[in-house]
């Protein structure tokens, strides 16, 4: 709590941004780089898919990805809304492209690996419509922030509407168990464990980690330019404001 | 209570007085059922198997034209402020123009729903069902339309952004009818189906007052 407070002074943020982006960063590259070599060179193939289960070392880390990323955001904008925490509502605002990001690269991926799978681009199942709404509300919330003039006021709607669409996260994780969908249920993040063969789940859990750290990095790269921005926005208005009291 | 029913009575008052709010939603939803025999071409087994589908999207339509009308003229002539004023919670306030807001677009859409399903050729079987689950789905779509009516009160060309922000919310209602209207048609249970539509509902019925208001009191700002 008391640190969540310190880090609401945007100039100490910067300062531990600083520190963090380039570590995040180095542990991204080496992250990715070993769980594509690994599932993408190393990992053995299915014994229906052949080698196109490769594509699941993306497809799955990115859907955890935009879950996750919807999951920081929707802290974010309700620390932001109870304490007025503002370098929270920033950093809910700076993580909303890239959780779409991955959200599409999710979809994208699910579609390739789906024609050649499934036999069909797209379905209509439980657990793709879902995705394709959190996709939808992600934009909404990107499209709420650019709607208003005044940036408080606009981090506030936006964290209501943040809020509201959490409840789009638990229906996405569990509409393969509670729909007949033609999406594998639930293999690695169940109550009895993982159900894939640790070849398989170690480059997986690379992947993972390897997105997260290269969320962090991108995130506080956004996040300076955001406070960027808001410092200038502040200097023009004191700008014009002492212009127009002249 | 009194406040509630205060605005309520208030917001259904205006809206038969001003006219045209329910008829224009029922001329839209005639309108939009119509343009998809005409698209999709007159075949009944074709208009059957779309039919739960097409009535609930156009009465999703409908139910969302008259949604950016619910705060905005309150919010410019300045009665919103006393309502903020007022001992009334603001929460009751945005349940009572939901409710005003169901009374006037969605009953007449619920009305004219059985006659449109007839026209796109669905079983007579279905029709029960559709008026359930009408019924039970319609509030939804006032309560959620009323978040986002909230959300984007005095925003510049708010409509569009409106459409955008409520249409996600929507998927589930309209997933959960149309699944029931389709399972009573085909012989099976519909009542799941109605039941989830049911905790819907029952959910948005929290959610919207509580989102609404703070959204309300943001945008009196």
């Not at chain 2, 969302?64 to 905005?72: E, G, I, N, T, V």
Request: overall charge positive.
């Amino acid at each position: 709590m008391n640190v969540m407070h310190r880090f609401a002074n945007p100039t100490r943020f910067l300062r531990l941004a600083r520190v963090i982006q380039p570590w995040s960063m180095a542990v991204a590259l080496v992250a990715i780089v070993a769980g594509l070599v690994w599932g993408l060179v190393y990992a053995p193939v299915d014994y229906q898919q052949g080698d196109t289960v490769r594509i699941m070392f993306v497809h799955v880390p990115a859907a955890w990805m935009a879950l996750f990323i919807y999951g920081i955001m929707a802290v974010a904008s309700a620390v932001g809304l109870i304490w007025r925490h503002a370098v929270a509502d920033l950093a809910a605002k700076a993580s909303a492209p890239i959780g779409a990001a991955f959200t599409v690269i999710c979809l994208v991926t699910g579609s390739l690996w789906g024609q050649p799978m499934w036999g069909t681009w797209w379905v209509w199942d439980a657990r793709l419509t879902s995705m394709l709404i959190l996709l939808f509300l992600y934009i909404g919330y990107m499209a709420l922030w650019q709607a208003f003039d005044d940036p408080q006021k606009a981090a506030r709607a936006a964290a209501i509407l943040a809020l509201v669409g959490t409840i789009n996260l638990p229906i996405i994780k569990f509409s393969v168990d509670w729909w007949n969908t033609l999406h594998q249920p639930a293999s690695v993040l169940t109550l009895a464990g993982p159900k894939i063969h640790a070849s398989l789940l170690w480059p997986l859990l690379f992947m993972a980690i390897g997105f997260k750290a290269y969320f962090i990095s991108v995130l506080m790269i956004r996040m300076r330019s955001e406070l960027a921005a808001r410092r200038i926005r502040g200097l023009r208005l004191a700008y014009a404001a002492a212009d127009t009291g002249r | 209570m009194n406040g509630f029913l205060t605005v309520l009575g208030h917001d259904v008052g205006l809206a038969y007085r001003q006219g045209g709010a329910a008829l224009l939603a029922v001329a839209f939803f005639v309108v939009v059922v119509t343009l998809f025999p005409l698209g999709v071409g007159p075949e009944s087994e074709i208009l059957a198997r779309i039919s739960a589908g097409v009535v609930w999207t156009a009465a999703l339509l409908a139910a969302l034209l008259s949604l950016d009308r619910m705060f905005q003229a309150d919010l410019e002539d300045g009665s919103l402020d006393l309502l903020a004023m007022s001992p009334v919670p603001m929460a009751a306030v945005v349940l009572a123009k939901c409710a005003a807001h169901w009374i006037t677009t969605g009953l007449p859409l619920i009305v004219a729903a059985p006659v449109l399903a007839i026209l796109m050729q669905m079983p007579i079987e279905g029709l029960p069902v559709l008026l359930a689950s009408m019924l039970l789905g319609t509030p939804a779509l006032s309560l959620l339309g009323g978040i986002g009516a909230a959300l984007t009160a005095g925003i510049r060309r708010g409509g569009v952004l409106l459409s955008l922000l409520v249409l996600p919310l929507y998927i589930p209602v309209l997933i959960f009818a149309v699944a029931a209207v389709d399972a009573s048609i085909g012989g099976l249970a519909a009542r799941p189906h109605l039941l989830l539509l049911a905790a819907v509902t029952l959910v948005s019925s929290v959610i919207a007052p509580i989102a609404g208001a703070a959204a309300i009191r943001l945008a009196l700002e």
